[in-house]
Every structure is written in structure tokens, then in C-alpha cells.
């Protein structure tokens, strides 16, 4: 990078860290600049505070970035292990996903449900997203995918919990043990605030640090209660985060290019629709 793309990236982070100061309590902790030309090419970069970007890892408390690490990503920079640590939202996605699944489902079904988990309850879909998106992700991306899941999937297989095909393909069938026990464990590997949350919502009276020590995890009748509670505590969470997201962005990028933006989004969704 010579110093003429130093100096006006640096002016990009400087206006980064004031919008951050400005739009902070609005948005979800990361702000965006969808239009930055850098060798002739266009970017959309993000700036977020590491230890938001790591609480939202571990405990999905907005569940937005942890969203987008469920998909492939290039990390450029790793100073805090990032990708180790990531581990832990990628085993908490495969559980999530697992208990929305039917008992037999193919890797490709498994992997767009993992990415559509960010999206559910998201306001966008509603009116300015592409409604292929997240079968777009999964068929251009798949081999990242497998490769991203293969530890936690192989981890659930010599749990029982799952049980998977020797063929590396989007066809190739997997089936899960839908039994109480199976569903505790996936339970179990969720966020403690997700749990906490189900808990409440499954009339669990017990403090959320009391549910997360004795059971790591909460009491479960049957695994549809367990699956409705989980639904809605992260359609909840997701609704809550890109609606302040889209008022943050509106907020960062100004009316010109919050509208150059939103036209664009909504192009791509009027196409997928027709």
C-alpha cells in the first residue's frame, strides 16, 4: 500500500471512529462503509470493537457478527485468535440448526440452515434481500462450508448424536438421534444467554447463572418445546439487531448513500421475487 492508499484509508478509519462514537448506542456495535474504491475496486468495509466482536462470538448477545462468522470468511488479521475462538459459535450454529432439522437431512439442507439462522426475523428479508441468498451462499460455497463444520460434525458423530455418510457431496444424507438426550446436548452447546433466555420462556424460574451451572443447559419436556423457545428467542434477537442496524447504517453513511445502497439491495430482492 503506497502512501497515497494509506493516507485515505486512515481517513476512512478516522471517519470510522467518529460514526462509531455517534451511532454506537443505535446500531449493533459494528458500522459499515458500503462504498470504498481501492484499486479500482469496490469494498464495504466494518469497524467494531474486539471485545464486542468476542461477546457476540460467545454469547450471540446481538447476533450479528456471530452470523456472519457462521459463514466463510477471510481473516486478514489475527490478533486475538479469532478463528479458535470462533470454534465455539460454529459448534453452538450446528446445534441450532440441528434441532430446526428434521430427523434425516442431506449436508447441503444442514448448511443452509446454519446460514439461515442469522436471518430469521431479519427486517431486510422482508422487503430488501435477494430470497435465493441463502441457498446462493451454501452452492457457492460449499466446500468452505464442509470444511469449516468438519470437526464439530465428526465431534456429534462420536457423540451418537449424529450419524454421517462417508460421500463429500451436497446430497450425501446425514441422520440425527432426535431422542430427549440428543436434544439436552445440542441444547447444552448453545450460548448460556440463549439458554438463559429459553429458560424463561419455557418457565424456568430458575436465575440464569443457576441454569447454566446445574444443567448447563436447561429442563426440557420435549424437543419441539426446546425448538420453539430457541426460535424465538433468536427470530427476537435477529428483528431487535437489523432493525438498529439499518437505522445505524442510515445514520453512518448518510442519506445519499444509504439510499444508493437500499436501491441496490432492493434490486437484487425485486429480481429473486420475479
Not at 454506537?24 to 481501492?38: A, E, I, L, R
Amino acid at each position: 500500500m503506497n502512501k497515497d492508499h494509506y493516507a485515505s484509508w486512515m481517513a476512512h478509519l478516522g471517519g470510522a471512529k467518529l460514526v462509531t462514537q455517534v451511532a454506537d448506542k443505535v446500531g449493533v456495535g459494528v458500522h459499515f462503509h458500503p462504498f470504498v474504491t481501492y484499486n479500482g475496486r469496490l469494498f464495504k468495509y466494518g469497524v467494531v470493537r474486539m471485545n464486542d466482536l468476542v461477546e457476540d462470538i460467545l454469547q450471540w448477545k446481538k447476533f450479528y457478527l456471530s452470523g456472519r462468522l457462521q459463514k466463510p470468511v477471510r481473516v486478514v488479521v489475527d490478533n486475538l485468535d479469532i478463528n479458535n475462538l470462533n470454534y465455539v459459535n460454529l459448534q453452538a450454529a450446528v446445534s441450532a440448526a440441528l434441532l430446526l432439522l428434521p430427523a434425516k437431512f442431506t449436508e447441503a439442507d444442514l448448511y443452509a440452515k446454519i446460514c439461515s439462522l442469522s436471518y430469521m426475523g431479519d427486517v431486510r428479508m422482508l422487503f430488501a434481500e435477494d430470497r435465493n441468498k441463502v441457498k446462493t451462499i451454501v452452492t457457492g460455497q460449499f466446500d468452505l462450508f464442509a470444511s469449516m463444520y468438519k470437526h464439530t460434525l465428526e465431534g456429534y458423530a462420536a457423540k451418537d448424536v449424529l450419524k454421517l455418510s462417508s460421500l463429500k457431496r451436497p446430497s450425501a444424507p446425514i441422520s440425527q438421534d432426535c431422542n430427549l438426550a440428543a436434544t439436552q446436548t445440542l441444547v447444552s452447546s448453545l450460548p448460556s444467554r440463549i439458554k438463559s433466555e429459553m429458560g424463561i420462556k419455557l418457565g424456568d424460574n430458575k436465575l440464569p447463572i443457576q441454569i447454566d451451572q446445574e444443567l448447563q443447559g436447561i429442563l426440557i419436556n420435549s424437543r419441539e418445546d426446546a425448538t420453539r423457545s430457541m426460535m424465538k428467542v433468536l427470530r427476537r434477537t435477529v428483528m431487535v439487531s437489523s432493525a438498529r442496524q439499518a437505522v445505524s447504517g442510515l445514520l453512518s453513511v448518510g442519506g445519499v448513500n444509504a439510499a444508493r445502497y437500499l436501491s441496490s439491495k432492493m434490486r437484487k430482492a425485486w429480481k429473486s421475487w420475479t
